[in-house]
């Protein structure tokens, strides 16, 4: 399985962005999958997760009420609509998929968010 992010770039602060992750290969329904994201001098971080049927979902804090995971596993595609981002919000952003099928923990290359005052 490969996992390829897509639609970052620079966006003005209370605008919007959405981010895509498109998976390869026929199992993508069967596992769950997240964002990530990783500013310059500080760790990865978690933003938010979907599990394989669509059900559930879990938000970082920071990104409540502003981030939206979904999928479409016709597509194999998971993304992570993004409204209202702060400057905060700057950083790579990482999807990664795990459970399922997966003998463990895949991750896409990254994609930048830079978001302006």
């Known amino acids: 399985v490969q996992l390829e992010e897509s639609g970052g770039g620079l966006v003005q602060a209370g605008g919007s962005l959405r981010l895509s992750c498109a998976a390869s290969g026929r199992t993508f329904s069967s596992y769950s999958m997240g964002w990530f994201r990783q500013a310059p001098g500080k760790e990865r971080e978690f933003v938010a997760f979907?599990?394989?049927?669509?059900?559930?979902?879990d938000y970082a804090d920071s990104v409540k009420d502003r981030f939206t995971i979904s999928r479409d596993n016709a597509k194999n595609t998971v993304y992570l609509q993004m409204n209202s981002p702060k400057p905060e919000d700057t950083a790579v952003y990482y999807c990664?998929?795990?459970?399922?099928?997966?003998?463990?923990?895949?991750w896409g290359q990254g994609t930048q968010v830079t978001v302006s005052s």
């Open positions: 990664a998929g795990n459970g399922g099928v997966l003998p463990r923990p895949v």
């Open positions: 979907i599990d394989w049927r669509a059900i559930n979902t």
